[in-house]
């Protein structure tokens, strides 16, 4: 077993990989009071409710959800600078060509487009509420398919950075590979979302335990774990940067002496 060390990082790099750990929560905050409080989409509407009746809640509750919708689109700039600085610490973490890790780096910032377009998308049906129900309607299924549809691409980030940590065989462990075998499970899990618009009432109905709650959120609580281990373990594979001077000393001592 490859019980090397780590690759380490410099300080000012480490600081920055643990600032974008942070941003996950803030994407989670903004994303769940824009999206899911002020956006009306905890729990979301069935789809088996008519033209009519989804209307009527854009009409009623217009502004708040203006407002909730164009935050939960801003939220996503979040899990995008999480997914560039998770990038930052694998490529220390993988060996060999980083394939891995820009395949989460794709993933992962491809996904942030997912909820954006969303959210964009049912800000549409709320900009103007009293157009044709027909057309509410339309924007409002428009937004649940690119959500549960396209989040197929997350499978990329969560499946590689799982299989990262569980080949890690390092002395200084980020992730647990327990960890990685959740992301792995949680990844292909997402595959489920792809049998959603055959079904308007159900558990794969996109408010049904498999298209809703168990992909929505159990990955949020798989991201908090994983920016925590970031956040902690980050400086483990710190090492103070070494002064210019001090780097040079052996040539400006040759220098002064001739």
């Known amino acids: 077993m490859d019980t090397t060390s780590a690759s380490v990082i410099g300080v000012n790099e480490a600081q920055t990989i643990k600032l974008g750990g942070w941003s996950v929560f803030l994407f989670l905050m903004l994303f769940g009071i824009g999206w899911g409080i002020l956006g009306r989409n905890i729990p979301p509407y069935s789809p088996s409710l008519t033209a009519a009746e989804i209307s009527a809640v854009f009409r009623d509750h217009a502004g708040p959800m203006r407002i909730g919708l164009a935050l939960g689109a801003f939220s996503t700039t ?46 549409t049906a709320a900009f103007r509420p009293e157009q044709d129900p027909n057309v509410v309607r339309m924007l409002y299924d428009l937004g649940w398919l690119i959500m549960d549809i396209g989040f197929g691409i997350t499978i990329v980030q969560y499946v590689a950075l799982g299989i990262i940590a569980i080949r890690d065989q390092r002395d200084v462990i ?11 499970w949680i ?13 308007r009432a159900g558990p794969f109905a996109w408010d049904g335990l498999f298209a809703y709650w168990i992909p929505f959120f159990v990955p949020f609580a798989w991201m908090v774990m994983v920016a925590v ?30």
Not at 187 to 199: D, I, K, N, Q, R
Not at 231 to 255: H, N, S, Y
């Open 187 to 199: 990844g292909t899990e997402f595959a489920v979302e792809l049998v959603m618009p055959s079904f």
């Open 174 to 184: 980020i992730f647990p590979k327990w960890l990685g075998w959740l992301g792995i």
């Open 78 to 123: 979040f899990l995008m600078t999480w997914a560039v600085a998770l990038f930052r610490l694998l490529i220390h973490i993988e060996r060999g060509g980083k394939i891995l890790s820009y395949l989460q780096l794709m993933g992962g910032s491809l996904t942030a487009m997912v909820p954006l377009f969303a959210c964009i998308t049912w800000l």
């Open 229 to 258: 281990c970031m956040i902690r373990g980050t400086d483990r594979l710190a090492t103070p940067a070494v002064p210019p001077f001090e780097r040079l000393g052996p040539e400006i001592t040759r220098d002064q002496n001739a």
